[in-house]
C-alpha cells in the first residue's frame, strides 16, 4: 500500500538506478554506508502516560508519517540512521585512488584475494541476518499467537470492561503485544523494506484471520459511545489508552495489509462511527476546544481514511458514507499538514464530477508539489515536518492519483510537478520511478501538457523515456515510459529532434508482427473478413470476459483478447489489435477509466473510427470524464452480474452480428442502460444515470461548499430571511454553518449537542425555525 513505516531501524533504500540525460548510458549509483543521527522528540502533547514505561508507539500517517512516543520517566530521544543504498559488486577492486601505473601481478593477486575474502564475510552476515529474522519471526509469532487466544475470550463490548468501567488488564495486554508485534522486527537492525514488508503482511493476515480486527473495531465505537472524558472535560488516561491503542493498530497493520482494510470497511456501524468522530473533533480543533489526545485521535482517524482509500474494493464503501464532503473540511484546515492529508484521501475517491472542487485548492496542491520537490532533494527521498515525515514516492503517487481527473491535469503542470517527477525518475530507486514516470503518464493525455512535456530542453523528459523504456530493468517502468511516448507520438513527429520517434509509431513505419504471438485470437474468419472483434478491457474482469470471449468465439467470431499480459499488451500488438478490429468492446468499470493503458487503446479506436460497443462491468459505474465523452449517448450491454449472462450475450451477439451487415438478425431486443430506476444528470453533454444516493450527496455537498464561503452579510440574510433571533446566530459564521448541515446527518447527538451548548438554543419554536432554515439555504 501506500505509506511506508516510520521506525527505528535503519532501513535499506532499494537500488538506485541513475538514468543520465542522454539514452546512451545507465550509470548505477552507490553511496558509502553512512550514519546520520537525527533526533526526533515527540511534542509533549501526544505524550500518553500508561502503566508500561518501556512501550514506544509510533504511528502511520498516510501518505505522513509521525512518531508518537509512549511515557517513559524522561524524554526519550531516538537515533535513526540514514538509510544505505544496496551495495553492488564490481568485478574489478573499488579504490578511491586512481592507478596510472599497472600494479603488480602479485598486488593484483593480494587485491583479489581481499575481496573474495569481503564477499565471503558479507555472504556469512547476510545468512546471519537471514537466521536471526527466522528466530525472531518465529517467536513474535509465538507471542501473537497467544495473545489472539486471549482476545478470542473477549469478543464484545460487554466483555471489554471491568464492572468499574476500566478496560480489562487481558484486553490491553493483548493490546500491548500486537503494537509490539509490528515494530520489535526491528531490534535486529537494518533490513530491507520488503522483508520488513512482508513480516508486516502476515502478522496482520493473523489479526484478520482470528477477527481480533472486528474486536479493535468494536472497542473504538465503545470508547467514543462511552467518552474518554471526565465530567469537566478532561481525558482520563486509563480510559484514553484503550482508544489509543486500538487506532494505533489498525493503523499500522491498515498501511500493509488489504484484510485489515476490508475488516475495517465491512464491520458494520464503524465508519460511521469514525465520521462521526472526525466531524466532532475538526468542530472542537476550529473552536479552539480540542485537547492534544483529541487531534490525536483525529489525526488516526484521517490515517487510516487515508489507507482505506488506497485499496479500491474499499471506494464504493467510502463514497456511500459521503466522506468526501467531510473531507473537503480538512481542506480548509489552518494545518497544512491536514490539507495535504485530505487533497492525498480526496485524488483517491473523487470521481471527474467532483474534481471540480479541487479547482480553488490551488494552495494545497501548491504545499504539495512544494513538499515533493524538498523531497526529491533528500539523500533518503523524504521531507521532514517537525515530527511527519513525507516521502517522495507517496507525493508523486498523489499527484498521479489527482492526475487521474482531467480537470487536475492542467493545474498540476502549471504549479511545477514535472520537474519534479523528472527528478525522481532519474534517480529514484524502482518503486519511485513507478510512482513518477506513472503520473507524467497520464499528465500525458492532457493536450495542452504536450508542448511542456516534449519541448522543454531543460528537463528532457524525452530523452529520459526513450532510456528508461530502452534500459530500465522493471518492466512496469519500461511499460509506462512507453505508453508515454505513444500517446504523444503526434506532438513527437512535429519536433525535429524526436521526430523519428513519433513516426516510429505510425502503422507503416511499425515492422510486422502478429498480434496473435502476444495474445489469444479465437474462432473462424470474420464475415466477410472484416476484422476481428477486440476486447479492450481491464484485468478485474478477465473470468467474465474469458465467459465473453468463449460465447462469441462459439458462434463463429474471431476474438482478439490480451490475457498474457493482464490487462494491457505490449503497444505494437495492441495498435494492431485496434487497426485489424471490425468491432472494439469497451469494458467500462471505474478502473478501465482510472487506467493509463486502456485509456490508449479507447482512443486509438475511436480515433480510427472503429465501431465500439460498450459493456457495462460495474454495476454502480456510470461512464464520465474521456470515458463519458468517447461513449456518448451509445447504448451499453450490462455483464455487472445485475443481469441474467444468457440473456444479455445473445443481446451482444445480435448487435455484433448486424455490424458485420447481416440485417436480418436485427435485434428484437434492446440493450438496457438500467436508466428508469435512477435520476438522470447530463455531464460532458451526455446523459448518465445517478443513483438518488448519490444525487443527494451530490447537493449537500455542493451546498456544503457554498456555505463555506458565506461572508457575514450572507449569514445575516439568511438569518433574516428565517426569523431567526440574532442573540443565538449574529456571531454564527459560513463555515460553522456548513459544519452544522454535515453534523445533522453525520453525528446528530453532537449537533443538538451544539445548539444547546454553544449557540444557546433551548426553546423548541427556536429550534425547529433553524433546523427549517437548514433546509432552506439559499438568501
Known amino acids: 500500500m501506500g505509506c511506508s513505516a516510520s521506525v527505528e531501524y535503519s532501513e535499506a ?119 536471526d529474522i527466522s528466530v525472531k519471526k518465529e517467536k513474535e509469532f509465538e507471542k501473537l499467537n497467544q495473545a489472539i487466544d486471549r482476545i478470542k475470550l473477549i469478543q464484545q463490548p460487554a466483555d471489554f470492561r471491568t464492572e468499574n468501567g476500566n478496560w480489562k488488564g487481558d484486553l490491553l495486554a493483548s493490546l500491548e503485544v500486537f503494537s509490539a508485534t509490528y515494530f520489535n522486527i526491528r531490534s535486529i537492525g537494518s533490513l530491507p523494506y520488503d522483508v520488513i514488508q512482508q513480516y508486516h503482511i502476515e502478522a496482520g493476515k493473523r489479526l484478520s484471520e482470528s477477527k481480533s480486527t472486528s474486536v479493535l473495531c468494536k472497542m473504538i465505537m465503545d470508547s467514543w459511545q462511552k467518552g474518554y472524558k471526565n465530567e469537566e472535560g478532561q481525558v482520563v488516561p486509563l480510559q484514553y489508552l484503550g482508544l489509543s491503542k486500538a487506532l494505533l493498530i489498525l493503523l499500522n497493520f491498515s498501511d500493509c495489509t488489504r484484510e485489515v482494510t476490508y475488516d475495517m470497511a465491512n464491520e458494520p456501524n464503524f465508519l460511521e462511527t469514525v465520521n462521526r468522530m472526525l466531524i466532532a473533533i475538526f468542530a472542537a480543533h476550529l473552536q479552539r476546544e480540542a485537547k492534544g489526545e483529541d487531534i490525536n485521535v483525529m489525526s488516526r482517524c484521517l490515517s487510516m481514511y487515508g489507507n482505506l482509500s488506497q485499496v479500491d474494493q474499499n471506494i464504493s464503501r467510502l463514497r456511500s458514507l459521503e466522506i468526501v464532503p467531510i473531507l473537503s473540511f480538512f ?70 492519483r489527482l492526475g487521474r481527473n482531467d480537470a487536475n491535469k492542467i493545474l498540476l503542470v502549471e504549479l511545477g510537478c514535472l520537474p519534479h517527477l523528472a527528478e525522481l525518475a532519474r534517480n529514484g530507486n524502482v518503486a519511485e520511478q513507478r510512482e513518477a514516470v506513472g503520473a507524467i503518464w497520464i499528465l500525458a493525455f492532457e493536450k495542452e501538457n504536450h508542448s511542456k512535456i516534449v519541448d522543454d530542453k531543460e528537463l528532457m523528459i524525452i530523452d529520459l523515456l526513450i532510456e528508461l523504456k530502452d534500459k530500465s530493468p522493471d518492466k512496469e517502468v519500461k511499460k509506462a515510459a512507453d505508453g508515454t511516448l505513444w500517446v504523444l507520438r503526434e506532438k513527437l513527429q512535429n519536433n525535429e529532434t524526436y521526430k523519428h520517434i513519433g513516426e516510429s509509431f505510425e502503422q507503416k513505419n511499425r515492422p510486422a508482427s502478429a498480434a496473435s504471438q502476444k495474445s489469444e485470437i479465437h474462432g473462424a474468419p470474420a464475415p466477410g473478413n472484416k476484422g476481428h472483434i477486440m476486447i479492450s478491457y481491464n484485468w478485474s474482469h478477465q473470468k467474465e470476459l474469458i465467459a465473453i470471449r468463449d460465447s462469441l468465439k462459439k458462434q463463429g467470431f474471431v476474438v482478439w483478447m490480451d490475457i498474457d499480459n493482464m490487462g494491457g499488451s505490449t503497444l505494437q500488438a495492441m495498435a494492431e489489435a485496434v487497426e485489424l478490429a471490425h468491432v472494439v468492446l469497451i469494458c467500462m468499470s471505474q478502473k478501465y477509466k482510472d487506467s493509463p493503458n486502456c485509456r490508449a487503446e479507447a482512443e486509438y479506436a475511436f480515433q480510427l473510427k472503429k465501431k465500439i460497443i460498450p459493456l457495462k ?50 435485434p428484437k431486443i434492446k440493450p438496457t442502460n438500467n436508466r428508469r430506476e435512477d435520476t438522470m444528470e447530463t455531464v460532458d453533454g451526455m446523459l448518465v444515470a445517478m443513483t438518488p444516493r448519490k444525487a443527494e450527496h451530490t447537493v449537500q455537498s455542493q451546498t456544503v461548499d457554498s456555505v463555506w464561503m458565506w461572508t457575514p452579510d450572507h449569514v445575516n440574510k439568511w438569518i433574516e430571511k428565517h426569523n431567526l433571533p440574532k442573540k443565538n446566530f449574529e456571531k454564527l459564521t459560513g463555515k460553522e454553518l456548513a459544519l452544522l448541515v454535515m453534523m445533522r446527518s453525520e453525528a446528530p447527538e453532537f449537533f443538538y449537542n451544539c445548539l444547546q451548548k454553544n449557540l444557546g438554543i433551548t426553546s423548541l419554536l427556536t429550534m425547529a425555525m433553524f433546523l427549517r432554515g437548514l433546509h432552506d439555504l439559499s438568501i
Open 331 to 400: 481542506l480548509h484546515a489552518k494545518e497544512d499538514i491536514y490539507r495535504m492529508f485530505a487533497l492525498s484521501c480526496l485524488a483517491n475517491i473523487i470521481d471527474e464530477k467532483e474534481s471540480a472542487m479541487l479547482q480553488d485548492k490551488r494552495d494545497v496542491v501548491a504545499f504539495l508539489l512544494r513538499t515533493l520537490g524538498l523531497a526529491v532533494k533528500d539523500p533518503h527521498h523524504k521531507c521532514t515536518y517537525g515530527t511527519v515525515f513525507v516521502s517522495a514516492q507517496e507525493c508523486a503517487l498523489t499527484v498521479r
Open 13 to 131: 533504500r532499494p537500488k538506485v538506478i541513475r538514468v543520465t540525460s542522454t539514452p546512451k548510458t545507465t550509470e548505477v549509483q552507490h553511496s558509502t554506508p553512512k550514519t546520520t543521527e537525527v533526533q526526533h522528540i515527540t511534542p509533549q502533547k501526544t505524550k500518553v502516560q500508561h502503566s508500561t514505561p518501556k512501550t514506544t508507539e509510533e504511528q502511520h500517517i498516510t501518505p505522513y508519517k509521525t512518531k508518537v512516543q509512549h511515557s517513559t520517566p524522561k524524554k526519550t530521544e531516538v537515533h535513526h540512521s540514514t538509510p544505505k543504498t544496496t551495495e553492488v559488486q564490481h568485478s574489478t577492486p573499488q579504490t578511491t585512488e586512481v592507478q596510472h601505473n599497472t600494479p603488480p601481478k602479485i598486488e593484483v593477486q593480494r587485491l583479489e584475494s581481499e575481496k573474495m575474502s569481503q564477499i565471503d564475510e558479507k555472504g556469512k552476515s547476510e545468512k546471519g541476518v537471514t537466521k
Open 617 to 666: 462491468m460495474e454495476r454502480s459505474y456510470q461512464p464520465d470524464g474521456w470515458l463519458g465523452f468517447l461513449i456518448g449517448a451509445k447504448l451499453f450491454y450490462e455483464f455487472s452480474g445485475k443481469y441474467p449472462f444468457e440473456a444479455k450475450i445473445k443481446e451482444l451477439i445480435r448487435e455484433i452480428t448486424v455490424s458485420y451487415g447481416n440485417e436480418d438478425l436485427e
